[in-house]
């Protein structure tokens, strides 16, 4: 799709779970957004004004910002005044185990919009990242305007002064995105302070949260430091989870008990800590500062081990039988979502039906074909909550998704229950 110059006002790269609301909250504001992603077929089903995954109400936000003219998608960036990336920033496992940050569809996405950019233009970093990233993104951008320049193919590269850099990272909530999109305070980190200035005014066209203004560095911290306290705070209790296992105390109880205290607040513990976010952002501090984040380390190693304990409760279970049928209730690493990435829920199920210690029926209601992890995986299969129920010796409750805690008790008689939610009680 070819577009001129400025007719639109922001084009954002990556069309996912942060992209797309970002990208339809903009046009629903009225401003011209044209949003890019690499998967043909995501490009459309956004055109047509539907969604690639489920979030709710998202839907009729889409519908509304395409069908009003103001959203529109292609393969490819096109010029505008504003460029936003979301895109993904995974990690890689090093030859000692070390979690490594992949920051190559950060810097793909740099080069990507390279031609487009003018000096005045914004680029915003919103993936998280670890500390520097947004630096690099303005060195890529700059090295790939550099190399036009020396095709013929750009007549001048320009310098980081006459662009605005800025890392905004979103702070939201799968199955609540929308309402926290708007609602949410943000912070503006600028590699220049007029950087800061000008995002803080784009995101003030729907953020009803106050937007704070700082360093691109400190941004980049902040999002990383929400997380890591969380997953420390989670591996505290599934630390004690353990803990209770080998005392034969119920650790639901437990907590409950030591909330009363009016200064402590202990978190649920579970089988694991999954999405894109918790389970991935602690890994980036450790990575930057090795010898210092010693106990954001631990709390992802405690979390990280937690879904092998899971899976030899039910190892340990299923050897008691002959020939067992295990039901695993969720596979998203969530409830009421369909999100299964970096999902404790999904790796307990491939684990056990590696293992081999029985047949194993996967539910999850909010999917409705296997997921790909499950494709050519011996001896499990997803299959409803009535079948999982009705046949199976052992049922792990793994996600605490409504349709599960409405389950008659009834139905769980004469079955091993492994609980990981606490909710089954």
Same mark, same amino acid.
């Given at each position: 799709?070819k577009?001129?110059?400025?007719?639109?006002?922001?084009?954002?790269?990556?069309?996912?779970?942060? @992209?797309?609301?970002?990208?339809?909250?903009?046009?629903?504001?009225?401003?011209?957004?044209?949003?890019?992603? #690499?998967r043909?077929? #995501?490009?459309?089903?956004?055109?047509g004004?539907?969604?690639?995954?489920?979030?709710?109400d998202?839907?009729?936000? #889409?519908?509304?910002?395409?069908?009003?003219?103001?959203?529109?998608?292609?393969?490819?960036?096109?010029?505008?005044? *504003?460029?936003?990336?979301?895109?993904?920033?995974?990690?890689?496992?090093?030859?000692?185990?070390?979690?490594?940050?992949?920051?190559?569809?950060?810097?793909?996405?740099s080069?990507?919009i390279a031609p487009? #950019?003018?000096?005045?233009?914004?680029?915003?970093?919103?993936?998280?990242?670890?500390? @520097?990233? *947004?630096?690099l993104?303005?060195?890529?951008?700059?090295?790939?305007?550099?190399?036009?320049?020396?095709?013929?193919?750009?007549?001048? /590269?320009? *310098? @980081?002064e006459?662009?605005?850099?800025?890392?905004?990272?979103?702070?939201?909530?799968?199955g609540?995105?929308?309402?926290?999109?708007v609602?949410?305070?943000?912070?503006?980190?600028?590699?220049?302070?007029?950087?800061?200035?000008?995002?803080?005014?784009?995101?003030?066209?729907?953020?009803?949260?106050?937007?704070?203004?700082?360093?691109?560095?400190?941004?980049?911290? /902040?999002?990383?430091?929400?997380?890591?306290?969380?997953d420390?705070?989670?591996?505290?209790?599934?630390?004690?989870?353990?803990?209770?296992? %080998?005392?034969?105390?119920?650790?639901?109880?437990?907590?409950?008990?030591?909330? $009363?205290?009016?200064?402590v607040?202990?978190?649920?513990? @579970?089988?694991?800590?999954?999405g894109?976010?918790?389970?991935?952002?602690?890994?980036?501090?450790? %990575?930057?500062?090795?010898?210092?984040?010693r106990l954001? $380390? *631990?709390?992802?190693?405690?979390?990280?081990?937690?879904? %092998?304990h899971?899976?030899?409760?039910?190892? /340990?279970?299923?050897?008691?039988?002959?020939?067992?049928?295990?039901?695993?209730?969720?596979?998203?690493?969530?409830?009421d979502?369909?999100?299964?990435?970096?999902?404790p829920?999904?790796?307990?199920?491939?684990?056990?039906?590696?293992s081999?210690?029985?047949?194993?029926?996967?539910?999850?209601?909010?999917?409705?074909?296997?997921?790909?992890?499950?494709?050519?995986?011996?001896?499990?299969?997803?299959?409803s909550?009535?079948?999982?129920?009705?046949?199976?010796?052992?049922?792990?409750?793994?996600?605490?998704?409504?349709?599960?805690?409405?389950?008659?008790?009834?139905?769980?008689?004469?079955?091993?229950?492994?609980?990981?939610?606490?909710?089954w009680r």
């Amino acid at each position: 799709m070819k577009a001129e110059f400025q007719s639109y006002d922001v084009c954002v790269i990556g069309l996912g779970y942060i @992209g797309l609301p970002t990208a339809s909250i903009f046009a629903t504001r009225g401003l011209k957004v044209f949003g890019v992603d #690499v998967r043909a077929d #995501v490009v459309e089903i956004i055109n047509g004004g539907g969604l690639h995954f489920h979030e709710p109400d998202l839907d009729v936000i #889409v519908r509304a910002a395409v069908g009003s003219g103001n959203l529109r998608a292609g393969t490819t960036p096109v010029a505008a005044r *504003t460029f936003i990336l979301a895109v993904p920033t995974p990690f890689s496992v090093g030859p000692k185990g070390e979690k490594i940050p992949d920051l190559s569809f950060v810097e793909q996405a740099s080069r990507a919009i390279a031609p487009f #950019v003018e000096p005045g233009n914004l680029v915003i970093l919103e993936s998280t990242s670890p500390v @520097g990233t *947004t630096e690099l993104m303005r060195d890529w951008l700059l090295d790939e305007r550099r190399k036009l320049v020396a095709a013929g193919r750009l007549a001048l /590269a320009g *310098t @980081g002064e006459q662009f605005l850099f800025a890392h905004c990272p979103e702070r939201v909530l799968p199955g609540n995105m929308l309402k926290e999109l708007v609602s949410n305070d943000r912070i503006a980190g600028g590699l220049t302070p007029e950087a800061g200035r000008v995002a803080k005014e784009l995101y003030l066209r729907f953020c009803t949260g106050e937007i704070f203004v700082t360093d691109a560095r400190t941004a980049e911290m /902040a999002k990383l430091t929400e997380n890591s306290f969380r997953d420390v705070n989670i591996a505290f209790a599934n630390e004690l989870s353990l803990i209770c296992d %080998h005392l034969g105390i119920d650790v639901w109880e437990l907590i409950r008990l030591a909330n $009363r205290h009016p200064r402590v607040k202990i978190l649920q513990p @579970g089988p694991g800590v999954g999405g894109h976010c918790i389970a991935v952002d602690p890994w980036f501090i450790v %990575h930057s500062a090795p010898e210092v984040s010693r106990l954001i $380390r *631990t709390a992802r190693e405690v979390n990280d081990a937690k879904p %092998h304990h899971i899976v030899a409760r039910v190892r /340990a279970a299923a050897a008691k039988l002959n020939q067992p049928v295990i039901a695993c209730l969720g596979l998203a690493f969530k409830a009421d979502i369909d999100d299964l990435r970096e999902s404790p829920a999904m790796e307990i199920t491939l684990e056990i039906a590696r293992s081999g210690a029985g047949e194993v029926l996967a539910v999850e209601p909010h999917v409705t074909t296997p997921p790909k992890a499950l494709v050519g995986v011996e001896r499990v299969a997803l299959v409803s909550l009535d079948e999982a129920l009705r046949r199976a010796d052992i049922v792990v409750l793994l996600v605490n998704h409504r349709q599960f805690l409405a389950v008659d008790r009834a139905r769980l008689a004469g079955k091993i229950v492994i609980d990981t939610r606490g909710v089954w009680r």
